[in-house]
């Protein structure tokens, strides 16, 4: 799977995802730093976002545990970062000031990565790094029904 595959991949799967949750978004063509942008009736607002994918884990720093990641740039136009797993189908969903917050790595070149270890528990010994279990109230589908409001509901056809 070429990595245009795989970040084609990601942003449907966010697609999906919201579409599930009756929220209406809608893929960019251009590679500007943003992706997709969403409309939450609710409050009438259309929020940008950027979508980065990874196939699968791989082991931290080559050898060590696994562990998934993801680089953006610091100073991303998009307003919320969302992060995919396709091998679990996983989504998270940051404000881009979460996301700049939680990443533990930092480039002098403009970029961050956020990244955490996968498995039943933290792996033995490892002090810096976060673990999936802490970054689960950031999960898609608990975070996108408050970020993105819906609307009042159907409109009731009253008098007719």
């Given at each position: ?110 970029a961050r990565r ?14 810096v790094g976060l ?20 609307g009042p509901g ?7």
């Open positions: 799977m070429s990595t245009q595959h795989i970040g084609a991949a990601g942003e449907l799967l966010v697609q999906y995802r919201l579409l599930k949750l009756e929220i209406d978004s809608a893929r960019l063509t251009t590679d500007s730093g943003v992706d997709l942008v969403v409309y939450a009736p609710g409050n009438g607002t259309a929020t940008t976002v950027q979508v980065k994918t990874v196939r699968e884990p791989t082991p931290a720093g080559g050898r060590g545990a696994p562990a998934i990641g993801w680089t953006f740039p610091h100073a991303s136009p998009a307003q919320m970062l969302a992060v995919v797993l396709l091998s679990t189908d996983m989504v998270w969903l940051f404000t881009m000031d979460e996301a700049r917050l939680l990443a533990q790595q930092h480039s002098e070149k403009g956020l990244y955490w270890y996968v498995g039943a528990e933290k792996p033995a010994g490892v002090r673990h999936q279990a802490e970054v689960e109230r950031y999960r898609l589908e608990r975070r996108a029904p408050h970020l993105f409001p819906a159907p409109v009731e056809n009253i008098g007719a």
